[in-house]
Protein backbone atom coordinates (compact mmCIF):
# COMPACT_ATOMS: atom_id res chain seq x y z
CA UNK A 1 0.00 0.00 0.00
CA UNK A 2 2.83 2.23 0.91
CA UNK A 3 4.49 1.52 -2.43
CA UNK A 4 1.19 2.16 -4.08
CA UNK A 5 0.96 5.66 -2.29
CA UNK A 6 4.83 6.41 -3.15
CA UNK A 7 4.54 5.55 -6.87
CA UNK A 8 1.31 7.75 -7.10
CA UNK A 9 3.17 10.76 -5.61
CA UNK A 10 6.22 10.43 -7.62
CA UNK A 11 4.02 10.64 -11.02
CA UNK A 12 1.79 14.17 -9.46
CA UNK A 13 5.34 15.14 -8.86
CA UNK A 14 6.47 14.17 -12.20
CA UNK A 15 3.51 15.55 -13.67
CA UNK A 16 3.63 18.51 -11.99
CA UNK A 17 7.00 19.34 -13.24
CA UNK A 18 6.13 20.02 -16.72
CA UNK A 19 2.39 21.83 -16.35
CA UNK A 20 1.99 23.29 -19.69
CA UNK A 21 3.07 20.12 -21.43
CA UNK A 22 0.60 17.88 -19.33
CA UNK A 23 -1.99 20.72 -19.75
CA UNK A 24 -1.61 20.17 -23.44
CA UNK A 25 -1.88 16.36 -23.58
CA UNK A 26 -4.85 16.39 -21.85
CA UNK A 27 -6.79 18.58 -24.91
CA UNK A 28 -6.97 15.57 -26.95
CA UNK A 29 -9.13 13.94 -24.51
CA UNK A 30 -10.84 17.15 -23.51
CA UNK A 31 -11.78 18.01 -26.68
CA UNK A 32 -12.67 13.80 -27.34
CA UNK A 33 -15.12 13.67 -24.28
CA UNK A 34 -16.55 17.09 -24.75
CA UNK A 35 -18.17 16.01 -28.27
CA UNK A 36 -19.30 12.76 -26.98
CA UNK A 37 -21.11 14.67 -23.80
CA UNK A 38 -22.78 17.22 -26.10
CA UNK A 39 -23.49 15.52 -29.80
CA UNK A 40 -25.25 12.57 -27.20
CA UNK A 41 -26.90 15.06 -25.44
CA UNK A 42 -28.15 17.11 -28.85
CA UNK A 43 -28.81 13.65 -30.13
CA UNK A 44 -31.12 12.63 -27.06
CA UNK A 45 -32.73 16.28 -27.66
CA UNK A 46 -32.77 15.18 -31.69
CA UNK A 47 -35.25 11.84 -29.96
CA UNK A 48 -37.12 13.26 -27.99
CA UNK A 49 -38.24 16.28 -30.69
CA UNK A 50 -38.87 13.22 -33.38
CA UNK A 51 -41.30 11.79 -30.51
CA UNK A 52 -42.98 15.31 -30.12
CA UNK A 53 -43.41 15.12 -33.66
CA UNK A 54 -44.47 11.69 -34.28
CA UNK A 55 -47.30 12.59 -30.35
CA UNK A 56 -48.38 15.91 -32.59
CA UNK A 57 -49.61 13.74 -35.34
CA UNK A 58 -50.73 10.75 -33.30
CA UNK A 59 -48.33 8.61 -32.49
CA UNK A 60 -50.65 6.07 -31.44
CA UNK A 61 -53.70 7.11 -33.87
CA UNK A 62 -55.31 4.58 -36.72
CA UNK A 63 -57.28 6.37 -39.17
CA UNK A 64 -60.46 3.88 -40.41
CA UNK A 65 -61.54 4.88 -44.02
CA UNK A 66 -64.29 3.87 -45.95
CA UNK A 67 -64.27 1.38 -48.71
CA UNK A 68 -64.32 1.18 -52.39
CA UNK A 69 -66.78 0.54 -55.03
CA UNK A 70 -66.27 -1.60 -58.06
CA UNK A 71 -68.31 -2.08 -60.97
CA UNK A 72 -67.26 -3.91 -64.06
CA UNK A 73 -63.75 -5.14 -63.05
CA UNK A 74 -63.29 -1.44 -62.38
CA UNK A 75 -62.45 0.14 -58.76
CA UNK A 76 -63.39 3.64 -57.70
CA UNK A 77 -61.07 4.06 -55.07
CA UNK A 78 -60.69 4.27 -51.34
CA UNK A 79 -63.89 6.48 -50.11
CA UNK A 80 -66.15 5.42 -52.79
CA UNK A 81 -68.92 3.80 -50.90
CA UNK A 82 -69.80 5.75 -47.51
CA UNK A 83 -69.91 2.55 -45.33
CA UNK A 84 -68.94 4.48 -42.24
CA UNK A 85 -71.86 6.33 -39.41
CA UNK A 86 -71.30 8.16 -36.17
CA UNK A 87 -73.37 4.59 -34.53
CA UNK A 88 -69.60 2.98 -35.79
CA UNK A 89 -67.48 5.10 -33.41
CA UNK A 90 -69.74 4.76 -30.48
CA UNK A 91 -69.60 0.65 -31.20
CA UNK A 92 -65.87 1.33 -31.44
CA UNK A 93 -65.42 3.15 -27.65
CA UNK A 94 -68.06 0.74 -26.32
CA UNK A 95 -66.45 -2.62 -27.29
CA UNK A 96 -63.06 -2.41 -28.26
CA UNK A 97 -60.97 -2.77 -24.89
CA UNK A 98 -57.73 -1.14 -26.64
CA UNK A 99 -58.99 1.75 -27.91
CA UNK A 100 -58.87 4.88 -25.74
CA UNK A 101 -60.97 7.37 -27.38
CA UNK A 102 -62.42 7.81 -31.11
CA UNK A 103 -64.12 10.72 -32.85
CA UNK A 104 -65.77 11.11 -36.57
CA UNK A 105 -64.47 12.97 -39.37
CA UNK A 106 -66.21 15.22 -41.70
CA UNK A 107 -64.50 17.01 -44.13
CA UNK A 108 -65.72 20.56 -45.32
CA UNK A 109 -64.53 23.02 -47.82
CA UNK A 110 -65.52 26.97 -48.31
CA UNK A 111 -63.98 30.69 -47.88
CA UNK A 112 -64.26 32.09 -44.48
CA UNK A 113 -64.93 35.26 -44.16
CA UNK A 114 -64.20 38.11 -41.34
CA UNK A 115 -65.23 41.76 -41.96
CA UNK A 116 -63.59 42.95 -45.10
CA UNK A 117 -60.85 39.87 -44.40
CA UNK A 118 -61.37 36.62 -46.25
CA UNK A 119 -59.40 33.04 -46.13
CA UNK A 120 -59.50 29.33 -47.83
CA UNK A 121 -58.01 27.31 -45.31
CA UNK A 122 -56.49 24.01 -45.73
CA UNK A 123 -58.83 22.06 -44.20
CA UNK A 124 -62.61 22.19 -42.61
CA UNK A 125 -63.18 19.51 -40.06
CA UNK A 126 -66.48 18.39 -38.45
CA UNK A 127 -65.73 16.40 -35.25
CA UNK A 128 -66.39 15.90 -31.45
CA UNK A 129 -64.65 17.35 -28.75
CA UNK A 130 -62.97 14.13 -28.35
CA UNK A 131 -60.80 14.89 -31.57
CA UNK A 132 -58.39 17.11 -30.13
CA UNK A 133 -57.63 14.50 -27.34
CA UNK A 134 -57.02 12.04 -30.34
CA UNK A 135 -54.56 14.50 -31.86
CA UNK A 136 -53.05 15.47 -28.56
CA UNK A 137 -53.90 19.09 -29.33
CA UNK A 138 -54.34 21.37 -26.74
CA UNK A 139 -56.49 24.95 -26.57
CA UNK A 140 -54.41 28.35 -26.40
CA UNK A 141 -57.16 30.26 -25.88
CA UNK A 142 -60.76 30.06 -24.98
CA UNK A 143 -62.55 26.63 -24.80
CA UNK A 144 -63.45 23.63 -26.72
CA UNK A 145 -66.98 23.16 -28.24
CA UNK A 146 -69.29 20.63 -25.84
CA UNK A 147 -71.07 17.40 -26.93
CA UNK A 148 -74.46 19.38 -26.76
CA UNK A 149 -73.00 21.53 -29.32
CA UNK A 150 -72.57 17.86 -31.57
CA UNK A 151 -76.38 17.26 -31.01
CA UNK A 152 -77.94 20.87 -31.73
CA UNK A 153 -75.53 21.29 -34.41
CA UNK A 154 -74.31 24.78 -32.81
CA UNK A 155 -73.13 27.47 -35.18
CA UNK A 156 -69.63 27.35 -32.85
CA UNK A 157 -65.94 26.91 -33.98
CA UNK A 158 -62.43 26.54 -33.00
CA UNK A 159 -59.87 27.90 -35.20
CA UNK A 160 -55.85 27.49 -36.28
CA UNK A 161 -53.19 29.86 -35.11
CA UNK A 162 -52.81 30.53 -39.02
CA UNK A 163 -56.71 31.25 -39.23
CA UNK A 164 -56.28 33.80 -36.45
CA UNK A 165 -53.35 35.82 -38.02
CA UNK A 166 -54.93 35.85 -41.54
CA UNK A 167 -58.82 36.85 -40.06
CA UNK A 168 -58.43 38.50 -37.18
CA UNK A 169 -54.58 40.02 -36.93
CA UNK A 170 -53.70 41.49 -33.47
CA UNK A 171 -57.69 41.65 -32.47
CA UNK A 172 -58.86 38.81 -30.13
CA UNK A 173 -61.31 36.27 -31.73
CA UNK A 174 -63.30 34.76 -29.31
CA UNK A 175 -66.51 35.73 -29.13
CA UNK A 176 -66.28 36.75 -32.52
CA UNK A 177 -68.23 35.49 -35.47
CA UNK A 178 -66.94 34.28 -38.99
CA UNK A 179 -68.92 33.12 -41.93
CA UNK A 180 -67.96 29.55 -43.65
CA UNK A 181 -69.58 29.25 -47.02
CA UNK A 182 -72.09 32.03 -45.99
CA UNK A 183 -72.81 30.03 -42.81
CA UNK A 184 -72.18 31.86 -39.30
CA UNK A 185 -69.74 30.71 -36.74
CA UNK A 186 -69.11 31.54 -33.36
CA UNK A 187 -65.45 31.23 -32.73
CA UNK A 188 -65.29 30.08 -29.12
CA UNK A 189 -61.45 28.87 -28.77
CA UNK A 190 -58.23 29.00 -30.77
CA UNK A 191 -55.94 26.13 -31.01
CA UNK A 192 -52.18 25.92 -29.87
CA UNK A 193 -49.76 26.11 -32.46
CA UNK A 194 -48.31 22.92 -34.01
CA UNK A 195 -46.06 24.33 -37.00
CA UNK A 196 -45.66 22.22 -40.28
CA UNK A 197 -46.10 18.52 -39.99
CA UNK A 198 -43.53 16.22 -40.92
CA UNK A 199 -44.58 16.40 -45.05
CA UNK A 200 -44.49 20.31 -45.20
CA UNK A 201 -48.46 20.89 -44.41
CA UNK A 202 -49.41 23.80 -42.56
CA UNK A 203 -51.17 22.16 -39.09
CA UNK A 204 -52.40 25.39 -37.97
CA UNK A 205 -53.96 26.25 -41.17
CA UNK A 206 -57.43 24.54 -39.90
CA UNK A 207 -61.59 24.91 -38.56
CA UNK A 208 -62.55 22.75 -36.16
CA UNK A 209 -66.37 22.60 -35.99
CA UNK A 210 -68.98 20.51 -34.74
CA UNK A 211 -69.56 16.97 -37.23
CA UNK A 212 -73.30 17.72 -37.91
CA UNK A 213 -72.71 21.49 -38.09
CA UNK A 214 -70.03 20.79 -41.02
CA UNK A 215 -72.54 18.14 -42.03
CA UNK A 216 -75.76 19.49 -42.27
CA UNK A 217 -75.60 23.47 -42.30
CA UNK A 218 -72.74 23.93 -44.80
CA UNK A 219 -71.66 21.07 -46.45
CA UNK A 220 -75.41 20.02 -47.20
CA UNK A 221 -76.16 23.52 -47.63
CA UNK A 222 -73.29 23.71 -50.42
CA UNK A 223 -74.76 21.00 -51.68
CA UNK A 224 -78.32 22.27 -51.87
CA UNK A 225 -77.12 25.19 -53.80
CA UNK A 226 -75.75 23.18 -56.14
CA UNK A 227 -78.13 21.71 -56.86
CA UNK A 228 -80.38 24.70 -57.08
CA UNK A 229 -78.11 26.27 -59.20
CA UNK A 230 -78.04 23.50 -61.76
CA UNK A 231 -81.98 23.71 -61.99
CA UNK A 232 -82.23 26.87 -62.73
CA UNK A 233 -79.63 26.88 -65.28
CA UNK A 234 -81.13 23.95 -66.88
CA UNK A 235 -84.85 25.56 -66.61
CA UNK A 236 -83.60 28.31 -67.63
CA UNK A 237 -81.76 26.71 -70.76
CA UNK A 238 -84.99 24.73 -71.29
CA UNK A 239 -87.65 27.19 -71.50
CA UNK A 240 -88.50 30.37 -73.93
CA UNK A 241 -87.66 33.40 -73.28
CA UNK A 242 -91.02 35.00 -74.69
CA UNK A 243 -92.82 38.04 -73.68
CA UNK A 244 -95.37 35.99 -71.79
CA UNK A 245 -92.55 33.94 -69.99
CA UNK A 246 -90.19 36.93 -69.51
CA UNK A 247 -88.18 34.95 -66.66
CA UNK A 248 -88.82 31.26 -66.81
CA UNK A 249 -87.65 30.09 -63.50
CA UNK A 250 -89.03 26.01 -63.28
CA UNK A 251 -87.94 23.07 -65.29
CA UNK A 252 -89.68 21.22 -67.87
CA UNK A 253 -91.45 17.67 -66.32
CA UNK A 254 -90.05 15.34 -68.65
CA UNK A 255 -91.78 12.57 -66.60
CA UNK A 256 -94.86 12.63 -64.81
CA UNK A 257 -94.89 12.86 -61.26
CA UNK A 258 -95.82 9.13 -59.15
CA UNK A 259 -99.02 8.97 -57.88
CA UNK A 260 -99.64 7.61 -53.94
CA UNK A 261 -99.47 4.34 -55.03
CA UNK A 262 -96.97 4.23 -57.37
CA UNK A 263 -94.66 5.77 -54.45
CA UNK A 264 -95.51 3.39 -51.93
CA UNK A 265 -94.80 0.78 -54.57
CA UNK A 266 -91.40 1.72 -55.21
CA UNK A 267 -90.14 3.80 -52.00
CA UNK A 268 -86.84 5.24 -52.38
CA UNK A 269 -83.85 3.82 -50.41
CA UNK A 270 -83.12 5.26 -47.37
CA UNK A 271 -79.76 6.93 -46.85
CA UNK A 272 -78.10 6.98 -43.66
CA UNK A 273 -75.60 9.58 -41.62
CA UNK A 274 -72.43 8.97 -42.84
CA UNK A 275 -68.82 10.36 -41.90
CA UNK A 276 -65.68 10.40 -43.90
CA UNK A 277 -63.42 8.69 -41.71
CA UNK A 278 -63.02 7.96 -38.17
CA UNK A 279 -59.74 8.67 -35.81
CA UNK A 280 -58.53 6.69 -32.94
CA UNK A 281 -56.05 6.25 -30.44
CA UNK A 282 -55.09 3.17 -29.05
CA UNK A 283 -53.87 2.81 -25.01
CA UNK A 284 -50.36 2.61 -25.98
CA UNK A 285 -48.04 1.69 -29.09
CA UNK A 286 -47.82 -2.15 -28.21
CA UNK A 287 -51.93 -2.31 -27.94
CA UNK A 288 -52.33 -0.88 -31.82
CA UNK A 289 -52.15 -4.40 -33.22
CA UNK A 290 -55.07 -5.51 -30.60
CA UNK A 291 -56.97 -2.22 -31.41
CA UNK A 292 -57.02 -2.77 -35.39
CA UNK A 293 -58.54 -6.76 -34.81
CA UNK A 294 -60.86 -5.40 -32.50
CA UNK A 295 -62.18 -2.43 -34.61
CA UNK A 296 -62.11 -4.84 -37.70
CA UNK A 297 -64.49 -7.13 -35.52
CA UNK A 298 -66.85 -4.31 -34.61
CA UNK A 299 -66.98 -3.05 -37.99
CA UNK A 300 -67.80 -6.33 -39.85
CA UNK A 301 -70.40 -7.49 -37.10
CA UNK A 302 -71.88 -3.74 -37.95
CA UNK A 303 -71.90 -3.97 -41.38
CA UNK A 304 -73.57 -7.30 -41.49
CA UNK A 305 -70.08 -8.90 -43.50
CA UNK A 306 -70.35 -12.62 -44.10
CA UNK A 307 -67.34 -14.46 -43.27
CA UNK A 308 -64.98 -14.25 -46.07
CA UNK A 309 -66.20 -11.30 -47.35
CA UNK A 310 -64.33 -8.31 -48.28
CA UNK A 311 -64.11 -5.66 -45.34
CA UNK A 312 -65.91 -2.54 -46.99
CA UNK A 313 -62.80 -0.07 -44.46
CA UNK A 314 -59.47 0.50 -44.42
CA UNK A 315 -57.44 0.79 -41.08
CA UNK A 316 -54.07 3.07 -41.32
CA UNK A 317 -51.44 2.85 -38.93
CA UNK A 318 -48.44 5.24 -38.50
CA UNK A 319 -46.13 2.54 -37.57
CA UNK A 320 -44.29 2.80 -40.82
CA UNK A 321 -43.84 6.62 -40.61
CA UNK A 322 -42.80 5.99 -36.42
CA UNK A 323 -40.39 3.39 -37.54
CA UNK A 324 -38.53 5.31 -40.16
CA UNK A 325 -38.08 8.13 -37.83
CA UNK A 326 -36.99 6.11 -35.08
CA UNK A 327 -34.10 4.60 -37.31
CA UNK A 328 -32.80 7.82 -39.03
CA UNK A 329 -33.14 9.08 -35.08
CA UNK A 330 -30.73 6.01 -34.04
CA UNK A 331 -28.38 6.43 -37.50
CA UNK A 332 -27.92 10.56 -36.49
CA UNK A 333 -26.84 9.11 -33.02
CA UNK A 334 -24.62 6.59 -34.16
CA UNK A 335 -22.87 8.59 -36.26
CA UNK A 336 -22.47 11.46 -34.16
CA UNK A 337 -21.13 8.69 -31.10
CA UNK A 338 -18.62 7.52 -34.12
CA UNK A 339 -17.48 10.66 -35.12
CA UNK A 340 -16.72 11.50 -31.02
CA UNK A 341 -14.78 7.85 -30.95
CA UNK A 342 -12.92 8.79 -33.18
CA UNK A 343 -11.84 12.48 -32.00
CA UNK A 344 -11.29 9.98 -28.35
CA UNK A 345 -8.62 8.00 -30.53
CA UNK A 346 -6.78 10.62 -31.72
CA UNK A 347 -6.67 11.73 -27.82
CA UNK A 348 -5.38 8.96 -26.98
CA UNK A 349 -2.81 8.12 -29.92
CA UNK A 350 -1.52 11.86 -28.68
CA UNK A 351 -1.37 10.93 -25.40
CA UNK A 352 0.83 7.81 -26.04
CA UNK A 353 2.74 10.04 -27.71
CA UNK A 354 3.41 12.30 -25.53
CA UNK A 355 4.54 10.01 -23.00
CA UNK A 356 6.86 7.98 -25.17
CA UNK A 357 8.96 11.33 -25.61
CA UNK A 358 8.49 11.80 -21.39
CA UNK A 359 10.26 8.37 -21.30
CA UNK A 360 13.11 9.49 -23.70
CA UNK A 361 13.43 12.90 -21.98
CA UNK A 362 13.95 10.90 -18.53
CA UNK A 363 15.49 8.15 -19.22
CA UNK A 364 18.44 9.11 -17.20
CA UNK A 365 16.25 9.56 -13.76
CA UNK A 366 14.59 6.26 -14.40
CA UNK A 367 17.91 4.33 -14.70
CA UNK A 368 18.81 6.76 -11.30
CA UNK A 369 15.84 5.23 -9.83
CA UNK A 370 17.11 1.66 -10.90
CA UNK A 371 20.06 1.77 -9.39
CA UNK A 372 19.12 2.70 -6.04
CA UNK A 373 16.40 0.26 -6.03
CA UNK A 374 13.12 0.77 -7.55
CA UNK A 375 12.19 -2.30 -9.90
CA UNK A 376 10.67 -2.91 -13.21
CA UNK A 377 7.39 -2.91 -12.06
CA UNK A 378 7.58 0.28 -9.87
CA UNK A 379 8.68 2.33 -13.35
CA UNK A 380 5.85 0.31 -15.37
CA UNK A 381 3.24 1.86 -12.79
CA UNK A 382 4.61 5.41 -12.43
CA UNK A 383 4.05 5.78 -16.25
CA UNK A 384 1.45 4.09 -16.47
CA UNK A 385 -0.38 6.20 -13.48
CA UNK A 386 0.76 9.55 -14.96
CA UNK A 387 -1.09 8.18 -18.56
CA UNK A 388 -4.15 7.61 -16.28
CA UNK A 389 -4.18 10.66 -14.51
CA UNK A 390 -4.11 12.90 -17.43
CA UNK A 391 -6.73 10.95 -19.63
CA UNK A 392 -9.22 11.23 -16.22
CA UNK A 393 -8.27 15.33 -15.67
CA UNK A 394 -9.12 15.49 -19.43
CA UNK A 395 -12.40 13.65 -18.72
CA UNK A 396 -13.25 15.56 -16.21
CA UNK A 397 -12.84 19.13 -18.01
CA UNK A 398 -13.87 16.99 -20.93
CA UNK A 399 -17.31 16.81 -19.17
CA UNK A 400 -17.85 19.95 -18.28
CA UNK A 401 -17.15 21.22 -21.89
CA UNK A 402 -19.55 19.25 -23.22
CA UNK A 403 -21.77 20.21 -20.76
CA UNK A 404 -21.48 23.74 -21.57
CA UNK A 405 -21.51 23.37 -25.65
CA UNK A 406 -24.58 21.33 -24.72
CA UNK A 407 -25.88 24.22 -22.90
CA UNK A 408 -25.00 26.70 -25.41
CA UNK A 409 -26.48 25.14 -28.15
CA UNK A 410 -29.65 25.28 -26.15
CA UNK A 411 -29.51 28.36 -25.32
CA UNK A 412 -27.92 30.06 -28.76
CA UNK A 413 -30.04 28.03 -31.71
CA UNK A 414 -32.80 26.88 -29.48
CA UNK A 415 -32.18 23.22 -30.15
CA UNK A 416 -33.73 20.69 -27.48
CA UNK A 417 -30.96 18.96 -25.55
CA UNK A 418 -31.22 16.46 -23.10
CA UNK A 419 -28.87 15.95 -19.98
CA UNK A 420 -27.25 12.26 -20.36
CA UNK A 421 -25.78 10.52 -17.26
CA UNK A 422 -25.08 7.31 -18.61
CA UNK A 423 -22.99 9.05 -21.16
CA UNK A 424 -21.21 11.26 -18.39
CA UNK A 425 -20.09 8.03 -16.33
CA UNK A 426 -19.46 6.59 -19.54
CA UNK A 427 -17.02 9.01 -20.18
CA UNK A 428 -15.05 8.56 -17.38
CA UNK A 429 -14.94 4.90 -17.42
CA UNK A 430 -13.37 5.82 -21.30
CA UNK A 431 -11.24 8.18 -20.10
CA UNK A 432 -9.29 5.73 -17.38
CA UNK A 433 -9.79 3.29 -20.14
CA UNK A 434 -7.95 5.12 -23.08
CA UNK A 435 -5.19 6.00 -20.57
CA UNK A 436 -4.33 2.46 -19.23
CA UNK A 437 -4.84 1.47 -23.32
CA UNK A 438 -2.43 4.56 -24.67
CA UNK A 439 -0.20 4.55 -21.92
CA UNK A 440 1.04 1.14 -21.16
CA UNK A 441 3.11 0.78 -23.81
CA UNK A 442 5.28 3.35 -22.96
CA UNK A 443 5.16 3.25 -19.46
CA UNK A 444 5.96 -1.12 -20.23
CA UNK A 445 8.86 0.25 -22.75
CA UNK A 446 10.11 2.69 -19.45
CA UNK A 447 10.34 -0.55 -17.42
CA UNK A 448 12.26 -2.37 -19.74
CA UNK A 449 15.20 -0.29 -19.72
CA UNK A 450 18.84 -1.04 -18.86
CA UNK A 451 19.74 0.75 -15.62
CA UNK A 452 23.59 1.15 -17.11
CA UNK A 453 22.45 2.14 -20.49
CA UNK A 454 20.04 4.52 -18.82
CA UNK A 455 22.69 5.90 -17.02
CA UNK A 456 24.76 6.86 -19.82
CA UNK A 457 22.19 8.41 -21.62
CA UNK A 458 22.54 11.83 -22.18
Known amino acids: MRTAVRTFQTSLRALRRNIMRSLLTCIGIVIGIAAVIAMIEIGNG?????????????ANNL????????SGGVSWGQGSVMTLTPQDVDAIIRECAAVRVAAPEVRGSGQVVYGNKNWIPMQITGTTPAWLEVRNWQIDEGADFTDQDVRNSGKVCIIGQTIKRELFGNEEPIGKDIRVANVS????????????????????????????TIKYRISGRNQSSNASAQSSSSGASGGVNTLNNLYPNSSVQLYP????????????????????????????????????????????????????EADDFQIRDMTELMNTLTSTTKLIETLL????????????????????????????????????????????????????????????????????????????????????????????MVSATIGIIFGFYPAWKASRLDPIEALRYE
Open 46 to 58: VSTLTARSIASLG
Open 63 to 70: LVLPGQAA
Open 185 to 212: LKVVGVLARKGANMFGGDQDDLIVAPWT
Open 257 to 308: APSDVQAADTPQPIRFTNVNSITTSARSSDEIPQAMKQITSVLRERHHLREG
Open 337 to 428: IIVAGISLVVGGVGIMNIMLVSVTERTREIGLRMAVGARGAHILWQFLVEAIVLCLAGGVMGIAMGRGASLAVRMVLSWPTAVSVPAIVASV
